[in-house]
C-alpha cells in the first residue's frame, strides 16, 4: 500500500519540468527535511548520520537494496541515474515505503523525505551532498553541525506550499 502510493506519485512526477520551477518557498522545504531528519534520529536514539547517508529503512534494520529502475517509469529512472544526489533520496523514500508495508510503525518517517520529494514535484530541484543541501539557484544549508542546529527547531507548515 504505501509502496504503491510512492510508486505514484513518482511516477506522476513531470520529468521534463524539474529544474524549471524553482520557489523561493522551497528553502523551507528544504529547512524541513533537515528538521524532521534530525528528530528522527532524537525519536529513534540513534547517532546522526549525514543527511546523504540516512537510509531511515536502514537504519531501521531494513537489509533490502531498492533499485530505482525496477519500480520506476523509465523518464524517472533516467532523470534519477542522471541526478545521483538526488536519486538517492528517491530510493530511501522507496526502500522506506516498502519496508513500512511490512512494518506499520515505520509510516510515521515516510514525512522524513516529503518536503524533499515536494521540492521535485513542484519542479524546483535540490542537490544533496556530503557538506549540503543545495536548493538549486534558492538556497544553501551547509551541513557541518546540522544535527545539533536542526534538532531544537520548529516545525514549518509546508501542506500550502
Not at 528553502?27 to 531528519?37: K, N, Q, S, V
Not at 537510509?55 to 531498492?66: K, P, Q, R, S
Not at 513500512?100 to 530541484?125: C, F, H, M, S, W
Amino acid at each position: 500500500m504505501h509502496l504503491d502510493k510512492a510508486l505514484q506519485r513518482i511516477n506522476e512526477i513531470n520529468w521534463d519540468l524539474v529544474g524549471l520551477n524553482m520557489s523561493k518557498s522551497d528553502t523551507h522545504l528544504g529547512y524541513e527535511f533537515l528538521r524532521r531528519l534530525a528528530q528522527f534520529f532524537k525519536e529513534q536514539s540513534q547517532k546522526p548520520v549525514p543527511p546523504l547517508y540516512a537510509n531511515i529503512a536502514t537504519l531501521l534494520g531494513d537489509e533490502e537494496v531498492i533499485v530505482l529502475s525496477d519500480y520506476c517509469s523509465k523518464e524517472a529512472t533516467e532523470f534519477l541515474d542522471e541526478k545521483k544526489y538526488v536519486g538517492k533520496v528517491f530510493e530511501y523514500y522507496l526502500q522506506l515505503a516498502k519496508y513500512t508495508d511490512k512494518n506499520p510503525d515505520a509510516q510515521i518517517y515516510l514525512a522524513v523525505y516529503d518536503p524533499l520529494i515536494k521540492i521535485i514535484e513542484r519542479g524546483g530541484l535540490f542537490i544533496l551532498k556530503h557538506l549540503e543541501l543545495d536548493i538549486v539557484n534558492i538556497s544553501n544549508f551547509p551541513l557541518n553541525g546540522w544535527y545539533e542546529r536542526f534538532v531544537v527547531k520548529e516545525a514549518i507548515d509546508i501542506e500550502n506550499l
